[in-house]
């Protein structure tokens, strides 16, 4: 709490102080260009207060009386300049019973020390840099944290008198009143909905409390900052309105994250603590997000927004510049079977990856990555799937952790999920915990056999992913797990492609009206087909035609073939979604 002086004429009388302080208003407000007067309260010659900012009576409006010090601290000014006579004493009582008075409200020890920041300045200079920490006393003068001779040498002298006093006055409260303590309780806020927090997806909305005993109006505060701008700091609040009713509508511009807290007022304006409400964030605007040429819009009235931009190129990518204090990614998009995913990165550092695949399709679904901590920076969004869709309607940058979620694997093959026989396939994996990424950890790749699932290989997670290598021998499910299965990914399969093989036993040369034998083989899922039919075709008149049927037992079969001149051969399975290699039997 800081004591001042005007600095202005000592000759004045108490009956025109009213005047002085008016006078005070247009100067603060005219040649300063401040919104009330600097103090918040002044002091007469003769002992009367007056509140110079409005509210100071019930509030702690900031005031504009201690330059780089204003968010923290409140300024009683004596009126006149005394630093060229000493304050009458009946004024100095006033100003140890305005110091009583507020330092009783909010508990304060009148002789003790207190710790403050250093803000920047454009009034009296500050003596400690911007962004020190400060200790001063608890009340104090305006020169010990500023370059000035304020609140004159007269004044000063009597600060550790007006300490002593504060302390007495404030003891005696204690003791008559006990600690002091509201009036009215702190309001219970309705949790606000889904589409309002952490994202918020219209401008306008409503947050409703329960009403309060005692309470006959709310003041609703509010913190609010653009999505590249920091947050205001939890020393000070806005007021946004005043209301009547246990409800208020709040707008919010795209982009800003704004908190929200609300506080009963009684019948004798004395006010109720603070209760934080929430948090809310909104989506950009499509103008502040920058995309690669891949990127195409698309009109959809069941996505949100009505809009969404889609892009199937493995290159393709958007970012947001100077980003500031994620908590969260959000994008705001529709998800499908087959759809792709983006690898998010903040500041150069990737931080995770979104996916978009889904079992059903959903037009606006609300993608939550989970950060572990702040990060400021670009935010860049990177397809990882060529020819598969992304489509991002929005995105929003939440500044509070994810909300705590059960932990989830995933699990999926890298590029086709079809090998060869003897062939092998890249399986990747994720880990997360409270919607961020776990940064280290042990996963396990289970695949289905003999009717139960059993362990097949470990998946080392390093920040939130893995990957793991796996070479079937036939078609196999399979799934990833962690540690004590708590999560479990969907079931995936890698597919042994089916094949069929032919070739001539023996030489494949035969002469005029001779015979060739032909073997040939059929397996599925990798293993030997027990009983089919397959097809030797031969090239001819420029196409294939089928020339006789191969039984095929066990997995193989064979047949004799007589051409009459040098023909080209293959194998078909019944459906042609599996053909051997072509081979020749020569003629000569």
């Known amino acids: 709490m800081y004591v001042h002086h005007t600095a202005g004429s000592n000759s004045y009388s108490t009956s025109s102080s009213a005047s002085i302080v008016r006078g005070i208003y247009a100067y603060h407000t005219g040649s300063r260009g401040w919104p009330d007067i600097g103090y918040q309260f002044l002091v007469d010659k003769g002992g009367k207060i007056f509140q110079g900012r409005r509210d100071a009576i019930y509030d702690l409006p900031v005031g504009a009386q201690a330059g780089g010090y204003n968010n923290q601290t409140i300024g009683i000014s004596a009126i006149g300049n005394y630093d060229t006579v000493s304050p009458p004493a009946v004024m100095v009582t ?28 454009t009034g009296s200079g500050t003596r400690a840099s911007s962004g020190t920490k400060v200790t001063v006393n608890v009340i104090q003068g305006h020169r010990d944290t500023n370059i000035t001779a304020c609140p004159g040498r007269y004044l000063y002298a009597k600060l550790s008198s007006i300490r002593t006093g504060t302390k007495s006055r404030i003891s005696a409260a204690v003791s008559k009143y006990g600690a002091a303590k509201p009036t009215t309780a702190a309001p219970t806020p309705v949790k606000a909905s889904s589409s309002q927090s952490p994202v918020a997806r219209w401008g306008s909305s409503t947050f409703s409390w329960k009403p309060v ?12 900052a653009g999505y590249s701008s920091s947050m205001p700091d939890s020393r000070t609040w806005t007021v946004y309105k005043t209301v009547s009713s246990p409800r208020a509508t709040i707008k919010t511009s795209t982009g800003d994250t704004r908190l929200i807290a609300v506080r009963a007022v009684d019948s004798r304006g004395r006010l109720g603590p603070i209760k934080v409400h929430s948090q809310i964030t909104r989506p950009l605007s499509s103008s502040d997000v920058v995309r690669s040429p891949s990127w195409n819009l698309r009109s959809d009235s069941d996505a949100f927004w009505d809009k969404y931009y889609e892009s199937t190129s493995g290159t393709g990518s958007m970012r947001v510049d100077d980003v500031s204090q994620v908590r969260q990614v959000q994008i705001i998009g ?12 903040i500041g150069g550092t990737r931080v995770g990856t979104i996916s978009f695949a889904s079992a059903t399709p959903r037009d606006a679904a609300y993608l939550t990555l989970g950060l572990s901590k702040s990060y400021s920076g670009t935010v860049r969004f990177s397809n990882l799937d ?23 694997v995933t699990g999926e093959v890298v590029g086709s999920s079809t090998v060869a026989p003897g062939g092998s396939a890249v399986v990747a994996a994720t880990y997360t915990k409270d919607s961020a990424l ?5 996963v396990t790749l289970q695949q289905y056999s003999g009717g139960r699932w059993v362990d097949a290989a470990p998946i080392p997670i390093r ?25 479990v990914s969907p079931t995936f399969k890698v597919v042994v492609a089916t094949t069929v ?18 073997t040939a083989t059929y397996r599925k899922d990798g293993a030997a087909v027990p009983s089919a039919t397959v097809t030797l075709q031969r090239y001819s008149g420029g196409r294939w035609v089928d020339a006789v049927p191969i039984s095929i037992r066990s997995g193989a079969g064979r047949a004799t073939v007589s051409p009459q001149t040098t023909t080209s051969y ?17 003629v000569d």
Do not use: C, D, M
């Open 438 to 442: 776990v940064s280290w950890a042990t």
């Open 94 to 121: 006033s100003i140890e019973r305005v110091l009583a008075w507020k330092g009783y409200v909010h508990g304060l020890n009148a002789t003790g020390k207190t710790t403050l920041i250093t803000g920047g300045s």
């Open 334 to 345: 529709q998800t499908g079977p087959g759809y792709g995913k983006v690898a998010v990165t």
């Open 570 to 586: 293959r194998v078909r399975n019944y459906n042609g979604s599996a053909v051997s290699s072509t081979f020749k039997v020569v």
């Open 386 to 408: 060529s020819g598969k869709r992304v489509r991002i309607s929005a995105v929003a940058f939440p500044r509070i952790a994810a909300a705590a979620s059960p932990p989830a």
């Open 213 to 224: 005993t005692g309470a006959v109006k709310y003041k609703v505060l509010t913190r609010q």
């Open 463 to 487: 920040g939130g992913a893995g990957q793991v290598r796996v070479s079937p021998q036939v078609s196999t499910s399979y799934r990833v797990r962690n540690y004590n299965g708590s999560a």
């Open 501 to 518: 093989t032919g070739e001539v036993v023996g030489s494949s040369t035969v002469a005029p009206g001779g015979s060739a034998v032909v």
